[in-house]
């Protein structure tokens, strides 16, 4: 007997999605004033297809991931799917209800309470007013903001606006659900949650279209990844497959080197991370990490500092590995040679990061040389801790001392 064939939620068709550039002309000022402002309003224009003959199936209680970096389509062809923009080309099928989390807390009011918000706001997401009424509780305890429930959200932290927004959505009961990195919000312990509320999802039979940089959250909840380049669909099938091939092709397509002064005597060449058995580009919290930097000098360096710039992709900067952390400085030989520094345990948390190269002199503010994005640097789940990082430590416990 056949297998019995699974219904689709969402479908994509040849979809394509068409911007148009215009770039205005300068105006001549030495021409009279009428003919500036002619000139002026005459502007050439250009087509910018965001996506490009794109086609993708999900099945019902399928969880989708897409990923790739800045301007790869991601995010319209989650506008596609939510109706905020149309196709250009191509058709979209959708089969139940759908909700869209794409920003979360977009829909508060300042002046009104944290209660006065989950109503509007869940309203806005198409919930019915008992419905929210019925999950009051659960939302707030959720977010862990009971105690401001009738404050003014103007008021409230940016971590508790943005744990409040998740919260209400987390208790959407749609068909279909499209999140775009939602995980960017809150501390580890707060992510986890958010995370086990999305497994929750999954396992209640929800669709859900998952679009993070986040790619050990990827690979942890979705059943299939597709990534995109330029608007196309580059590859499609196991997550862990996909995620590796994206790491492989942002490695290859980083920067060049650029120099912060011209005619640059040193170039770093290439940025490795290693641990005790060898090259690796995913490591775990609290785990061990060797970085591996390779460069060419024409001249002997004195004076200078190396530094590692460890960041993310709506590059906040997380972590700094430097031989100058004490005021001191290194010298540089001619030649071909390699800085490594070590790390015993990794502070990130889960998620992606990039890594920027520069070294200078000792008390210069202007860089020797820059290498932008030189490698990538993937952490998956180790060491929980909450707060931003990771910090490696150890503990004993003493027994009492004599009494009296």
Known sequence: MAAKR???DLRFEQVSKRYVVRHERTADETSHPLLQKLRALRSRSEDFWAVRDVSFAVERGEVLGIIGHNGAGKSTILKLLSSITAPTQGQITING???ALIEVGSGFHPELSGRENIFLNGAILGMRRDEIAAKLDSIVDFAGVRQFLDTPVKRFSSGMYVRLGFAIAAHLDPDILLLD?????GDAAFQEKCLRRIAELRASGK????ISHDLAAVERICGRVILMSKGEIVMSGDPA???REYQSHANESSPAPTSGKTNSPITSTTLT???GSGLRTAFRTGSPLVAHLDY???VRLDDVVCEILLYTADRAGKCEL??????QSISIPAGRGAIVFSCEELGLHPGLYYADVAIRGRDEYEAIHVHHQAAMLRVDPGKVSRGEFYQPHSWRLEPPGPLG
Do not use: M, N, W, Y
Request: net charge negative.
């Open 6 to 8: 699974k219904e689709v």
């Open 296 to 298: 060419q000098s024409d």
């Open 241 to 243: 497959a996909v995620i």
């Open 181 to 185: 990195e939602v995980l960017a919000v």
């Open 207 to 210: 669709t859900i279209v998952f």
């Open 322 to 327: 430097s031989t100058g952390t004490l005021g």
């Open 97 to 99: 209800r759908l909700s």
């Open 273 to 275: 991370f290693q641990d």
